[in-house]
């Protein structure tokens, strides 16, 4: 079983239509409580699906992996020009050690394992890599490969970490250049838009130049992977007054079409590291373009 190409998703799409009808009319007045809905992450988040591996009869090919700063497209983990079309680039590199890497073991630690172990990890390196510890509110995601079962046999115990635009499906894009500052030099660029309003449903990202009902606009941190998961009702609490915070210091104090709302990661991804809150404007129709006003940065926290 191959086990490149992984990553679990804070995010993810869910197909949904938009509704025009009755935008014409302006809504009056802020944002009422009742308008203001936090909902959780299903309990099972969607996880990309393995890309298939080229077998090669070259074992000394299959150990060549992409390092820091270079990348690598599809089921391959040899490295390519980011340059040149590619779907992750590479963030940090490791290897696995003490029992997870145990050399008396011919298969891989199970999924579940690498991924508590170790997607903390990546989480950080994005952050750092991208210059943002508000990624979650981007189209840029955490992605984790490793050495897959052929390789394990041979003593292999490499990962990688890396990042990936992610499409309205959670899949990773092909594109072509780095990333590396990205969201620190231009976060509109990446910012997450969505067609379905999360305080009903996971977001559908599209680039927020399209047609969508909610911008993502910030990030509340709420704790560490090491920590008790907050309850529902102490997510709530955190993210009220802050996730409405960030809304007015994305679109101002004078739009009357717009309400907060966020989504926060269920257990299974807390203990992956997933530890934020992530903060939504939602409009009341449909918009193209971002609502920002503002940081001419455009960065959101």
């Known amino acids: 079983m191959s086990s490149t190409g992984r990553i679990a998703l804070a995010v993810s799409a869910l197909a949904a239509a ?30 990309l699906d393995d890309v298939p591996r080229t077998p090669s009869s070259n074992q000394a090919a299959r150990t060549v992996v992409a390092g820091e700063g270079e990348c690598l497209d599809g089921g391959s983990p040899g490295p390519v020009e980011c340059s040149e079309p590619h779907t992750v680039e590479i963030t940090k590199e490791g290897t696995f050690g003490g029992d997870l890497g145990s050399t008396l073991t011919d298969t891989p630690p199970d999924r579940a394992t690498v991924f508590r172990t170790v997607f903390p990890q990546c989480r950080q390196a994005a952050a750092e890599y991208l210059g943002s510890g508000a990624y979650d509110a981007s189209r ?32 990773a894009q092909t594109r072509s250049g780095s990333v590396r500052n990205a969201l620190a030099d231009d976060f509109d660029a990446y910012r997450l838009c969505s067609t379905t309003r999360p305080s009903d449903a996971l977001p559908t990202p599209v680039p927020c130049d399209e047609p969508h009902v909610a911008e993502a606009v910030g990030v509340v941190g709420a704790g560490s992977p090491d920590d008790r998961p907050p309850s529902a009702r102490e997510f709530d609490d955190k993210a009220r007054a802050s996730c409405g915070a960030k809304v007015t210091e994305h679109v101002g104090d004078k739009r009357r079409d717009v309400a907060p ?34 940081d001419p940065s455009g960065s959101p926290n």
């Open 18 to 47: 938009l509704t025009l009808a009755g935008c014409a009319d302006a809504t009056t007045g802020l944002a009422e409580p009742d308008r203001v809905r936090a909902t959780e992450m299903p309990a099972d988040p969607p996880v």
């Open 140 to 171: 840029l995601g955490a992605w984790l490969v490793w050495a897959d079962a052929d390789d394990w046999k041979t003593g292999n115990r490499w990962y990688r970490c890396g990042v990936a635009e992610l499409d309205g499906d959670g899949q």
């Open 261 to 294: 709302s966020w989504r926060w990661p269920d257990e299974a991804n807390w203990r992956n590291g997933f530890t934020n809150i992530t903060c939504y404007a939602e409009f009341r129709c449909p918009t193209s373009g971002s609502a920002r006003d503002g």
